[in-house]
């Protein structure tokens, strides 16, 4: 058993994709540990990890979002924003933080929604006499909202993984993502108090009606998706078939659809799906690894031996999801933790939703938290800012968005009042 970790370490440092690693590392330990006779069922079990009926909507709803940042929707997601919150002082601060707030009903990835606006926003807080650093700090802080809101891409793989009811889950986020967001605002606000920053001129912000009108194709998309949700019109892979409509329509009235645009979604979308696949893959590979070895046992026996019940374990997950965040891509964390550490959370009788939304929140926060936070890294590497600065520059927004992850934790029915008042089964 000594050389795995020694693999392990080699292939990592190597640069070796994640995927690679873990199925490799996980089929070496099989061997180490003299259960070879059970890898002729690996095939069966990587089959069963990826069939599951929910995954199917996870394609559905990133070709939606791929669709729609082709289609020209951010800039007029912007103006509307704008003409909401424009004029107050720490005026584009507030814009930026409610465009990730629309943009989160698209898109469903922080990731995306940083990438997406760091190039915009930037640029144009820092010509109103904004510190760069500041207009990075607060749009990556932000775009932490796009996986909170529905769709969320994580969720969709969390319902997948633990069985919970995705549709239950997408109307458990609203509540927490205005939360946060209204929280941000309010430390903007603050801040633009204390340091003066600019509110925008009055012939800088659009006019409310035709703004409203030019994002209204591109507000509706999560009115749908949710809608359909709540009224039991349509299951989540059904509402994101819809959703692709609605985004087809939507491009058609901003940009106009062609058909290499159409190709080059559907291309990234491939990538991503198939990114995401893999990794589910060689999860479940170390995952049936963990059952033959007793590791979930012990897990169990640990937890039990602490004491870590109801709440108390909540916390322990906090600071264990908090940590793998920083190091690891979200899909990652989720496929590699949930199947870990889930199992001995709804024995105790904690919600599967209210577990869903307080780890997938927890694994954003993780997202622009040092030292390898991912959206600071998309923000750094976009907008040229040194990395450290942006870090520093950002540790206000993460100390709001923990005091909100803390909230959630104390108080389950902020996620779970909205699902239970639409009927879904929240136990």
Known sequence: MWFIPIVFVVLLISGTAFAYLMGAVSVVTFIAVDKTQFLSILPQRIFAQLDVFSFMAMPLFILTAEIMSRAGVTRSLIDFAMSLVGRFKGGLGHVNILTSVFFAGISGSAVADSAALSRTFVP?????GYDPYYAGAITAASSMIGPIIPPSIIMILYGGLTGASVAALFVAGV????????????????????????????YDVP????????AAPA??????????????????????????LVALIAGQYYTGISRAMIYDALEATARMTGTIFIILAAISVLGYLAGQMGWSQAL????????LTGPKYLFFLVGVFLIAGMFMDTPVALTLLIPLFAPQALEQGISPIHLGIVLCFNLCVGLITPPLGKCLVVVSAMTNLNYWRLAYTV???IIVQILVLMALVYWPDLSLALPRLFGFSVN
């Open 124 to 128: 144009e807080m820092k010509a109103r």
């Open 175 to 202: 509540v927490p993502g205005i939360i946060l967001a209204v929280a941000l605002l309010a430390l903007n606000a603050l801040i633009a108090h204390l340091k003066g920053h600019p509110g925008g001129a009055a």
């Open 207 to 214: 006019k409310f009606i035709p703004s409203l009108l030019r």
């Open 219 to 244: 507000l509706c998309l999560p009115v749908v998706i949710l809608g359909s949700l709540v009224f039991g019109l349509a299951t989540p892979t059904e509402g994101s078939a819809i959703a692709v």
């Open 300 to 307: 169990a026996d640990w937890v039990a031996a602490f004491g």
């Open 395 to 397: 540790m206000p927004f």
